[in-house]
């Protein structure tokens, strides 16, 4: 029945005695027909009672009371006083009744006519002029209010799972949807959302948004202050030394997380086992249970430190009686560093095998070139130490040391081949035999060549001749020498290129300084640059093929110096020098003749003065000449 309807009845049911009499009067009362103006106008106030304006007023204020006052947006308790196939007509106590959609009774099957329901005055006259309430907004308005309210104070609360959403799941908590991330399901990642869809479950509400009226709920929440709860019982009975069973919650690359009933503890992977493990994984499964010890616990950070290796006696206790200084044992390399490698000789016994004691050489060895981890080695036991639980091994002490008869062996002045095993700016290191070995100085390992760096003449793993000049016995060190295979050549140079020789050389290098000069016998020579000009002025460049002048040599310093401009200026010289002699040969003639003239002629005519002087005008100008050419 619509509202109109019922309206309609209402004033019906009022109108009905009112109509009856007005229908009474009108049979006991003829009518007569008169003419319009003759019409009594007042024919229809028979019979009907007039009030006064103070009754009027006292009679509306009396019907008006009959209804409740209440403004918009207000919840009110309202009695179901019909229902049909699509609506619930609600009566609040207005004026008129309210309509709701049957839909918003999803939730209430048994709805029958006198059930009180909570609904929402929405509108107390919509454009209609009815009146507009709901049923959906009152139980959201009221849902929200609890929403916030259980914020506020921290109450659990019920809600059901209705769908999944991005990022999380939909929650019906009082008839509200609200939001559940899906980190806040459980303290464990969830990666399948839709188990959830359609349980009851229990929630906190960990934030709302009046502004949007949006909530956000979290399970994980109530899984946390449980697990909290259980904490602080745990924690209030710890002791140090106390030994707990555990299941491993989870293994990382530092140790694993062991879940002792409510509270987790950290197993540190050196505290895992006596030896040197790379992983956890390699003693350790998921889900195992097992027995560890609590080492250390942090009442205020909720930390407890765990052990298992030391519900297991300390290898060190338990060392055999045949580990003993001397003793020959075998060890797995399992940490390698600068100074040094440790051989794990059982778990959780290691030595330290020192540079200083991989071979007799005195060669630098570089610890993690020689040694790979996991590798095996055999080794000596040099020093053992329960007490401190530290052991040094030796790998060289497995032989005899090649140094005590190294003046039998390697006598001075012997001749040996070896293998290079390392180069430096200064010098050559070469190994005779494993153990021994000795440096070539750069110096040494030529007559004739000079090297700014030894790899100009050999490279590492090169075979090498070698003479031993000396024997450091006490430092372990042998001096070399490569050169002294051959005599010294200087010897025999000295008389093949005496000072101011000339002999043809090839440029080989060149510098702002000078120029390297390689001569006969692959001797080599330098020129300074002033010493490079050339007749003509051009330069002398590299590969170029000249003659050169020996200027200096030095046979203790092995230094040869020569000059390419001192091979023309001598040419030179030894030119102007010819031209001088033959001048002075032909000056010498000239005198002689003059003396045997004048020897002959008694007197001389005035003819023969005249050839006099034109001879002496000759001399004159070949001594003039002689002396120009001179300076």
């Given at each position: 029945?619509?509202?109109?309807?019922?309206?309609?009845?209402?004033?019906?049911?009022?109108?009905?005695?009112?109509?009856?009499?007005?229908?009474?009067?009108?049979?006991?009362?003829?009518?007569?027909?008169?003419?319009?103006?003759?019409?009594?106008?007042?024919?229809?106030?028979?019979?009907?009672?007039?009030?006064?304006?103070?009754?009027?007023?006292?009679?509306?204020?009396?019907?008006?009371?009959?209804?409740?006052?209440?403004?918009?947006?207000?919840?009110?308790?309202?009695?179901?006083?019909?229902?049909?196939?699509?609506?619930?007509?609600?009566?609040?106590?207005?004026?008129?009744?309210?309509?709701?959609?049957?839909?918003?009774?999803?939730?209430?099957?048994?709805?029958?006519?006198?059930?009180?329901?909570?609904?929402?005055?929405?509108?107390?006259?919509?454009?209609?002029?009815?009146?507009?309430?709901?049923?959906?907004?009152?139980?959201?308005?009221?849902?929200?209010?609890?929403?916030?309210?259980?914020?506020?104070?921290?109450?659990?609360?019920?809600?059901?799972?209705?769908?999944?959403?991005?990022?999380?799941?939909?929650?019906?908590?009082?008839?509200?949807?609200?939001?559940?991330?899906?980190?806040?399901?459980?303290?464990?990642?969830?990666?399948?959302?839709?188990?959830?869809?359609?349980?009851?479950?229990?929630?906190?509400?960990?934030?709302?948004?009046?502004?949007?009226?949006?909530?956000?709920?979290?399970?994980?929440?109530?899984?946390?202050?449980?697990?909290?709860?259980?904490?602080?019982?745990?924690?209030?009975?710890?002791?140090?030394?106390?030994?707990?069973?555990?299941?491993?919650?989870?293994?990382?690359?530092?140790?694993?997380?062991?879940?002792?009933?409510?509270?987790?503890?950290?197993?540190?992977?050196?505290?895992?086992?006596?030896?040197?493990?790379?992983?956890?994984?390699?003693?350790?499964?998921?889900?195992?249970?097992?027995?560890?010890?609590?080492?250390?616990?942090?009442?205020?950070?909720?930390?407890?430190?765990?052990?298992?290796?030391?519900?297991?006696?300390?290898?060190?206790?338990?060392?055999?009686?045949?580990?003993?200084?001397?003793?020959?044992?075998?060890?797995?390399?399992?940490?390698?560093?600068?100074?040094?490698?440790?051989?794990?000789?059982?778990?959780?016994?290691?030595?330290?095998?020192?540079?200083?004691?991989?071979?007799?050489?005195?060669?630098?060895?570089?610890?993690?070139?020689?040694?790979?981890?996991?590798?095996?080695?055999?080794?000596?036991?040099?020093?053992?130490?329960?007490?401190?639980?530290?052991?040094?091994?030796?790998?060289?002490?497995?032989?005899e040391d090649p140094w005590s008869t190294i003046e039998t062996k390697f006598p001075v002045d012997s001749r040996h081949k070896g293998i290079v095993k390392n180069i430096t700016p200064y010098g050559v290191f070469v190994e005779l035999e494993t153990g021994i070995g000795g440096m070539i100085h750069i110096s040494d390992l030529s007559w004739i060549k000079r090297f700014n760096h030894p790899s100009e003449y050999t490279k590492v793993g090169n075979e090498i001749d070698v003479v031993i000049l000396g024997i450091d016995k006490e430092n372990r060190k042998l001096s070399l020498g490569h050169k002294q295979i051959e005599e010294d050549p200087w010897n025999t140079f000295e008389t093949i290129f005496p000072i101011n020789s000339v002999h043809e050389g090839t440029v080989v290098k060149k510098d702002e300084k000078g120029a390297t000069v390689q001569l006969q016998y692959g001797l080599e020579a330098y020129a300074p640059a002033r010493h490079l000009r050339t007749e003509d002025e051009k330069p002398i460049n590299v590969e170029d093929v000249k003659e050169f002048m020996i200027i200096e040599f030095d046979r203790s310093e092995k230094r040869i110096l020569v000059s390419h401009t001192?091979?023309?200026?001598?040419?030179?010289?030894?030119?102007?020098?010819?031209?001088?002699?033959?001048?002075?040969?032909?000056?010498?003639?000239?005198?002689?003749?003059?003396?045997?003239?004048?020897?002959?002629?008694?007197?001389?005519?005035?003819?023969?003065?005249?050839?006099?002087?034109?001879?002496?005008?000759?001399?004159?100008?070949?001594?003039?000449?002689?002396?120009?050419?001179?300076?």
């Amino acid at each position: 029945m619509s509202e109109n309807n019922i309206i309609n009845e209402q004033n019906a049911e009022q109108q009905a005695p009112q109509a009856a009499a007005a229908e009474t009067a009108t049979k006991k009362a003829p009518v007569v027909a008169t003419a319009h103006d003759d019409f009594d106008w007042s024919v229809d106030k028979r019979n009907v009672s007039s009030y006064s304006k103070e009754e009027k007023e006292k009679y509306d204020q009396t019907y008006d009371s009959t209804f409740k006052v209440f403004e918009e947006n207000t919840l009110l308790s309202g009695t179901v006083v019909g229902i049909t196939n699509t609506d619930v007509v609600i009566n609040i106590g207005f004026k008129s009744d309210g309509l709701i959609s049957l839909n918003e009774f999803r939730d209430l099957p048994g709805l029958k006519i006198g059930d009180e329901v909570e609904v929402l005055v929405v509108e107390k006259e919509d454009r209609d002029g009815n009146l507009h309430l709901s049923r959906k907004q009152a139980r959201q308005k009221r849902a929200w209010e609890k929403i916030v309210e259980v914020y506020k104070t921290g109450e659990v609360v019920t809600g059901t799972v209705t769908s999944k959403t991005k990022g999380g799941l939909i929650v019906d908590v009082y008839g509200m949807e609200t939001f559940l991330p899906g980190s806040q399901i459980d303290v464990k990642p969830v990666t399948d959302y839709d188990q959830f869809v359609g349980k009851t479950m229990e929630f906190k509400v960990v934030k709302v948004n009046e502004t949007i009226r949006n909530a956000v709920v979290s399970h994980k929440a109530l899984i946390e202050s449980d697990i909290e709860q259980q904490r602080v019982d745990i924690i209030s009975k710890l002791e140090k030394g106390q030994v707990l069973e555990g299941t491993i919650k989870n293994i990382t690359d530092f140790g694993a997380f062991i879940d002792l009933g409510g509270l987790d503890g950290l197993l540190y992977i050196t505290d895992i086992s006596w030896g040197r493990i790379s992983h956890p994984s390699e003693v350790l499964q998921m889900d195992q249970k097992i027995n560890v010890v609590v080492l250390d616990f942090d009442d205020e950070k909720r930390r407890i430190s765990l052990g298992y290796k030391q519900l297991t006696p300390h290898p060190w206790d338990t060392l055999p009686a045949t580990i003993t200084e001397g003793a020959k044992v075998k060890g797995k390399v399992v940490n390698i560093e600068d100074y040094g490698a440790f051989l794990e000789i059982m778990p959780g016994v290691e030595g330290l095998v020192h540079v200083s004691e991989i071979s007799w050489a005195s060669t630098p060895i570089n610890a993690k070139e020689f040694f790979k981890l996991g590798e095996e080695y055999e080794a000596v036991v040099v020093t053992l130490s329960k007490e401190e639980r530290k052991m040094s091994l030796s790998i060289k002490q497995l032989t005899e040391d090649p140094w005590s008869t190294i003046e039998t062996k390697f006598p001075v002045d012997s001749r040996h081949k070896g293998i290079v095993k390392n180069i430096t700016p200064y010098g050559v290191f070469v190994e005779l035999e494993t153990g021994i070995g000795g440096m070539i100085h750069i110096s040494d390992l030529s007559w004739i060549k000079r090297f700014n760096h030894p790899s100009e003449y050999t490279k590492v793993g090169n075979e090498i001749d070698v003479v031993i000049l000396g024997i450091d016995k006490e430092n372990r060190k042998l001096s070399l020498g490569h050169k002294q295979i051959e005599e010294d050549p200087w010897n025999t140079f000295e008389t093949i290129f005496p000072i101011n020789s000339v002999h043809e050389g090839t440029v080989v290098k060149k510098d702002e300084k000078g120029a390297t000069v390689q001569l006969q016998y692959g001797l080599e020579a330098y020129a300074p640059a002033r010493h490079l000009r050339t007749e003509d002025e051009k330069p002398i460049n590299v590969e170029d093929v000249k003659e050169f002048m020996i200027i200096e040599f030095d046979r203790s310093e092995k230094r040869i110096l020569v000059s390419h401009t001192r091979v023309w200026e001598k040419a030179q010289a030894e030119e102007k020098e010819a031209v001088v002699k033959e001048k002075r040969a032909e000056a010498d003639k000239t005198r002689k003749a003059v003396k045997n003239i004048q020897g002959k002629v008694e007197k001389a005519t005035l003819g023969d003065l005249g050839a006099l002087a034109e001879l002496r005008e000759k001399l004159k100008q070949s001594e003039g000449g002689e002396e120009k050419s001179a300076q």
